[in-house]
C-alpha cells in the first residue's frame, strides 16, 4: 500500500501512522503537519539493541540521532581515566544525539542500553537529503532542533550558576572554619 493514491485515499497504513503520531509528540519534529511527518518517517531507521549494547562511543563521529520507541537508553561520561557518570536516561518517546544531524563533531558521550531497546535512526545523510528535496521541511525539523538545543543551554548555564554558588557557599562556610580552628590557638 505503498502506493501515493491509495495512502491519498485510504490514508497511511497503521504502523506509519503509529510512527507519525511518535514523531508529533517529539520536540525535533513540532509543529510539522501530518504529511512532514510522514517524509520525515520514510528517512527513518528501524535499529534493535539488546540490553547493555553500546550504541555508541564518547569521541565517535556523530552519525544521526536516535528515538527511543522501545526500551531505554543511559547517556554516560566518562571521567578521568577508570570513572563513568550517568548523564541522562533516555525513555521511550524520547531521542538523543540530535546535535550530530547539525555538526560532525565527536560524540560528547556515549550511549548504552539498559535493555532491549527499538529504536529509530535519521541520519544526518537522511537529514542533508531531506534538504535538497524538501528544503523548507528541513529549515523547520533543523529550526526546532536549534531551539531545543538553546533551552538545554540555558539549563545547562543555569545548573552551572546554581554549582557555582554552592561552591562558593562551601569554599566560604571552610573558609570560616579554618578561622574559627586557627583562632582558638
Given at each position: 500500500?505503498?502506493?501515493?493514491?491509495?495512502?491519498?485515499?485510504?490514508?497511511?497504513?497503521?504502523?506509519?501512522?503509529?510512527?507519525?503520531?511518535?514523531?508529533?509528540?517529539?520536540?525535533?519534529?513540532?509543529?510539522?503537519?501530518?504529511?512532514?511527518?510522514?517524509?520525515?518517517?520514510?528517512?527513518?531507521?528501524?535499529?534493535?539493541?539488546r540490553a547493555d549494547e553500546l550504541v555508541f562511543e564518547e569521541g565517535?563521529?556523530?552519525?544521526?540521532?536516535?528515538?527511543?520507541?522501545?526500551?531505554e537508553v543511559v547517556i554516560q561520561k566518562r571521567i578521568g581515566d577508570?570513572?563513568?557518570?550517568?548523564?541522562?536516561?533516555?525513555?521511550?518517546?524520547?531521542?538523543?544525539?540530535?546535535?550530530?544531524?547539525?555538526?560532525?563533531?565527536?560524540?560528547?558521550?556515549?550511549?548504552?542500553?539498559?535493555?532491549?531497546?527499538?529504536?529509530?535512526?535519521?541520519?544526518?545523510?537522511?537529514?542533508?537529503?531531506?534538504?535538497?528535496?524538501?528544503?523548507?521541511?528541513?529549515?523547520?525539523?533543523?529550526?526546532?532542533?536549534?531551539?531545543?538545543?538553546?533551552?538545554?543551554?540555558?539549563?545547562?548555564?543555569?545548573?552551572?550558576?546554581?554549582?557555582?554558588?554552592?561552591?562558593?557557599?562551601?569554599?566560604?562556610?571552610?573558609?570560616?572554619?579554618?578561622?574559627?580552628?586557627?583562632?582558638?590557638?
Amino acid at each position: 500500500m505503498d502506493n501515493p493514491l491509495w495512502t491519498y485515499i485510504f490514508g497511511p497504513p497503521a504502523e506509519k501512522r503509529d510512527m507519525v503520531e511518535l514523531l508529533r509528540t517529539l520536540p525535533a519534529f513540532e509543529g510539522l503537519s501530518s504529511n512532514e511527518l510522514l517524509q520525515i518517517e520514510r528517512r527513518l531507521h528501524l535499529r534493535r539493541y539488546r540490553a547493555d549494547e553500546l550504541v555508541f562511543e564518547e569521541g565517535m563521529p556523530g552519525a544521526g540521532m536516535y528515538i527511543v520507541k522501545e526500551g531505554e537508553v543511559v547517556i554516560q561520561k566518562r571521567i578521568g581515566d577508570d570513572h563513568t557518570v550517568n548523564l541522562a536516561f533516555v525513555k521511550e518517546r524520547s531521542f538523543f544525539g540530535e546535535l550530530a544531524l547539525i555538526d560532525e563533531m565527536p560524540r560528547s558521550a556515549s550511549a548504552r542500553t539498559t535493555r532491549d531497546t527499538v529504536m529509530l535512526a535519521l541520519g544526518k545523510p537522511d537529514l542533508e537529503h531531506l534538504t535538497e528535496q524538501s528544503p523548507r521541511l528541513a529549515v523547520k525539523v533543523v529550526g526546532n532542533i536549534a531551539r531545543l538545543v538553546c533551552k538545554r543551554l540555558v539549563r545547562a548555564n543555569e545548573n552551572l550558576e546554581t554549582l557555582q554558588t554552592e561552591l562558593n557557599e562551601l569554599r566560604g562556610a571552610a573558609r570560616t572554619d579554618e578561622e574559627t580552628a586557627h583562632g582558638d590557638r
